[in-house]
């Protein structure tokens, strides 16, 4: 079974600052995916970034990237510039790249807030 | 990409009774995962739902409470059974077509009063 750890609760930071918010895991699995996922207030999940494990260069999608340290098992998601529409809740998650009937394993959550 | 319309929206519900949830996909898929998302918590996997056999539960949750149907392969229902308040709950379905990237219906917000 996989296990997915965010230790930061909640952030807060002003707006156009940098913002890193921090994601472990464990499993014995070598091939699958890493999400940050955004849940705004409307509860719709938004996916933000994916990183595939066998590839070692850090995805980017314009503002957000990230540090996929594999052998850390490290997945942490930088947000440049921060915007006021960043405010959500950010959960890691886990994905088996193939295999049975297995779905998302979620971190809990980081609560992050842009103050204007 | 795929795109899932789930309803009801939202409900409140007396104790002791039923809802179904129910969960269109725009396309055909082979899994259909449903979660709960309890009040500031994560999401966690219910069960994951084949077209054409048994759902398969994760620790913790069984057929009698949860019990889901799939009777095609774009569409699935979850039905939380003899509610009680600790079901008070958003409840999600998803799907993961590719595994790249999973998308999901806007949620069921669940209150049992």
């Known amino acids: 079974a996989q296990t997915v750890t965010q230790s930061q609760p909640e952030m807060s930071v002003q707006e156009a600052e940098t913002v890193t918010l921090s994601c472990t895991y464990d499993t014995s699995e070598n091939n699958y995916y890493l999400f940050w996922y955004k849940q705004p207030p409307s509860r719709q999940m938004i996916l933000v970034i994916r990183?595939?494990?066998?590839?070692?260069q850090n995805a980017t999608e314009n503002r957000f990237s990230v540090n996929f340290q594999k052998a850390a098992k490290s997945f942490s998601l930088k947000i440049s510039d921060s915007q006021l529409g960043d405010t959500a809740m950010y959960f890691c998650a886990f994905m088996k790249r193939s295999g049975g009937a297995d779905g998302l394993t979620f971190g809990k959550g980081t609560h992050l807030i842009i103050q204007p | 990409s795929a795109v899932i319309s789930q309803k009801p929206s939202r409900d409140i519900c007396q104790r002791g009774t039923s809802l179904t949830i129910q969960c269109q996909v725009d396309?055909?898929?082979?899994?259909m995962f449903w979660y709960r998302q309890q009040p500031g918590q994560s999401l966690t996997l219910i069960a994951t739902a084949n077209q054409g056999s048994e759902a398969t539960y994760e620790s913790g949750f069984v057929i009698d409470k949860f019990p889901i149907s799939r009777p095609n392969l774009t569409f699935s229902t979850l039905t939380v059974s003899n509610m009680s308040p600790e079901d008070s709950s958003i409840y999600l379905c998803?799907?993961?077509?590719?595994?790249?990237?999973?998308?999901f219906g806007q949620g069921t917000r669940l209150t049992v009063v």
């Open positions: 990183q595939e494990a066998y590839k070692q």
């Open positions: 998803s799907v993961a077509p590719t595994r790249a990237e999973a998308f």
């Open positions: 396309s055909q898929v082979t899994m």
